[in-house]
């Protein structure tokens, strides 16, 4: 019976030292990235900005299967096409400055009918530099 014992025991011990030396491991590695700089659960406490960098600024249907969302990353805003059938595509891409709100009734907002060409061209079309 005690040898039994004694087995189960050195066991127990065993196992305790295994995961005592990978929590060990595990807390010296997260240690070491919050001091890198590197973003983790320290980050925020560190001064970082909680604000997400990625927001979805506006989003229109523009047939039955393609949706046309407005994306603002950083200081950029990128105009993505997307549906059920193919990849998500960038249409355009401008500065933050340049985006007016769909939303915002007291800016005036030029409307272009869509011509023999389709909508994506139309997009491309209002949304291209000039000057």
Known sequence: MSGTFGLVLRSMLSLVVVLGLIGGVYWAVQ???RSVGTPGRGSL????????????????????????????????????????????SVIASMAMTEWVDPEDRSVPVDVVAVGQNGIL??????????G
């Open 31 to 33: 240690r070491r990235r």
């Open 45 to 88: 406490r560190q001064g970082r900005s909680a604000k997400p960098q990625l927001q979805v600024l506006a989003r229109a249907t523009t047939s039955r299967a393609t949706v046309v969302t407005a994306l603002q990353f950083g200081d950029r805003v990128l105009l993505v096409s997307s549906n059920d059938q193919s990849a998500a």
């Open 121 to 130: 061209d139309t997009l491309r079309t209002v949304t291209a530099r000039y």
